[in-house]
């Protein structure tokens, strides 16, 4: 499949160097920060005194208000503080595909916050690829089909596959999850054994909410059962079926998406991505929608904090 040339920026993370309370610095310069965070994509902070969770939240809250709570959640956290939350708790030796966080929803957050309390010993990084590269680096005729038949998320929370439905949806009221769902453009459909299977189909291209530029936002690539590892996939797919994976992605009419385009999608993102290792305290700032994250396999303790803030329909 062919590739063209990119106009993406190349400073990504743009590095801002510096010491005294990162608080105090944001709340100082958070005109300047959200500029680097628009002209960029990611802006690190290196060298500042975060605050442990406390501090981390007051970071957020000094960039761009209150952090959210994490719904409709597709992967194992915990909360450590309000809403600040320990990155996916994954096996470390496993990848985390490149993704932009909650682009399966109606409404997702603009910006992210990543703080490194504990460096990894090897690897580990957050890898950043700027979507508008990989939208430009996606084969066109891809991309049209796409952009035609849109994609769609298939979802299955129960009892022994998935995440259960009422902590996802963080309720057990059955018709709540309901109006969530017809609020999100989510089509829910009740299983056998308490288990809940959703549907929904969105655009694969969003204009980016400040610069209106077309991105690559979606979770095709993370979703799809080809970023199992493949014997989980096969097992899984014996068990459950396709439409019983935890999560799967289709083309918007519901036809399988083939895995040569997945992994054609797969190495757009990894042609955009650039790294940098992780040291103690670093605060990196993600415009969630001019920029996919992943995880490195890693070893070593590595604790990173998220937060999440500024909701897409606030805007
Ligand atoms: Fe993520």
Not at 222 to 233: I, N, T
Request: proline residues 7%; hydrophobic residues 35%; charged residues 25%.
């Amino acid at each position: 499949m062919t590739t063209s040339a990119t106009s993406a920026p190349s400073t990504l993370p743009f590095v801002i160097e510096g010491q005294g309370s990162a608080t105090e610095h944001i709340g100082r310069d958070s005109a300047t920060i959200h500029d680097q965070l628009t002209a960029h994509g990611a802006v690190l902070m290196r060298g500042f005194d975060v605050g442990g969770a406390e501090g981390f939240e007051g970071c957020v809250r000094a960039l761009s208000g209150e952090p959210l709570t994490y719904t409709e959640q597709s992967t194992p956290r915990s909360r450590i503080k309000g809403n600040v939350y320990t990155s996916t708790e994954y096996p470390q030796h496993a990848e985390i595909p490149l993704h932009n966080e909650m682009s399966y929803q109606a409404v997702w957050p603009l910006v992210l916050f990543f703080h490194c309390v504990e460096p990894p010993h090897t690897q580990g990084a957050t890898p950043l690829s700027s979507t508008r590269k990989v939208y430009e680096l996606v084969d066109p005729a891809v991309r049209e089909e796409f952009e035609r038949r849109r994609w769609m998320v298939v979802r299955n929370y129960g009892e022994d596959v998935g995440i259960r439905w009422w902590t996802a949806f963080n309720t057990e009221d059955r018709s709540e999850v309901e109006r969530l769902c017809r609020d999100g453009g989510v089509e829910p459909q009740w299983m056998e054994d308490n288990g809940l299977r959703t549907r929904a189909v969105r655009d694969v291209v969003h204009p980016h909410a400040v610069t209106g530029e077309p991105v690559w936002f979606n979770h095709i690539v993370l979703f799809h059962e080809s970023s199992l590892d493949p014997a989980v996939r096969e097992g899984l797919v014996e068990i459950y079926g396709q439409d019983g994976l935890p999560n799967n992605t289709y083309y918007g009419d519901g036809a399988p998406i083939p895995d040569d385009v997945v992994d054609h999608l797969r190495q757009c993102y990894r042609q955009a991505a650039t790294r940098f290792d992780y040291e103690r305290d670093d605060l990196l700032i993600v415009d969630n929608m001019a920029v996919a994250h992943g995880r490195e396999p890693f070893t070593g303790p590595r604790k990173i904090a998220v937060a999440m803030s500024e909701p897409s329909n606030s805007k």
